[in-house]
Nanobody, 118 residues
Framework: QVQLVESGGGLVQPGGSLRLSCAAS????????MGWYRQAPGNQRELVAF???????GYVPSVAGRFTISRDNAKNTVYLQMNNLKPEDTAVYYC????????????WGQGTQVTVSS
């Protein structure tokens, strides 16, 4: 059974930083592409950052240069380092496994809330 568990969300002031983690179990993690999605109230869930099994990364333009996705296959964990956070980054962030840049995979975490506010 695939399980994804996110952590690291919270309340941060504009300009601050957070690092999200997603620990995976029940999958051959190193073979899976991983993605971070977010969903703000009233909005559709959107892909924020993507990392392939080989380590190739991609970002939505609104976070490029501020967010960094990385993976540690030895720890079955994917990270999202978020710097220079803005109020519009406020959302629930979800980890996803097994997708592509255009289609989400079947496996989701429970989500972690990120709130950027002064």
């Amino acid at each position: 059974q695939v399980q994804l568990v996110e952590s690291g969300g919270g309340l941060v002031q504009p300009g601050g930083s957070l690092r999200l983690s997603c620990a995976a179990s029940g999958v051959f993690f190193s073979l899976y592409a991983m993605g971070w999605y977010r969903q703000a109230p009233g909005n559709q869930r959107e892909l924020v950052a993507f990392i392939s099994s080989g380590g190739t990364t991609g970002y939505v333009p609104s976070v490029a240069g501020r967010f960094t996705i990385s993976r540690d296959n030895a720890k079955n964990t994917v990270y999202l380092q978020m710097n220079n956070l803005k109020p519009e980054d406020t959302a629930v962030y979800y980890c996803n496994a097994g997708g592509s840049r255009s289609v989400a995979g079947d496996h989701w975490g429970q989500g972690t809330q990120v709130t950027v506010s002064s």
